[in-house]
């Protein structure tokens, strides 16, 4: 029963992990392998998304500070209207995995 207020405050995010130098010293915690449910679940996440939408217009580096710099220049320039889409639609996704009994929701 969220609505869009309640996954405003929520910190989405998935199993990659990029550190640039040092460990971060972060605890992550994710899903054991061996959970109660059935079948695949279904990527809620807008983290994927986001990810995409980085992912398409990367240009070619030949350098970890190619690369870093890059990707600091998506991310400034990716467009907040975007991030603001996916996380309003997260009670309509829930409710759409909710219907289709945890299993996959086309959305």
């Given amino acids: 029963m969220w609505n869009v207020t309640d996954w405003q405050k929520v910190v989405f995010s998935d199993e990659s992990r990029l550190v640039w130098g040092t460990d971060d ?51 400034a320039h990716l467009p907040q209207d975007n991030i603001r889409c996916l996380i309003n639609l997260m009670p309509d996704r829930v409710g759409a995995c909710i219907a289709a009994g945890g299993g996959p929701a086309r959305f």
Avoid at 30 to 53: F, K, M, N, T, Y
Avoid at 55 to 66: L, T
């Fill in 25 to 75: 010293n972060r605890v992550r915690v994710w899903r054991c392998p061996d959970s109660s449910i059935a079948g695949p679940l279904p990527d809620l996440s807008p983290v994927e998304h986001v990810r995409d939408q980085l992912k398409r217009p990367m240009p070619s580096c030949y350098s970890v500070y190619d690369l870093e710099l890059a990707v600091l220049d998506l991310w």
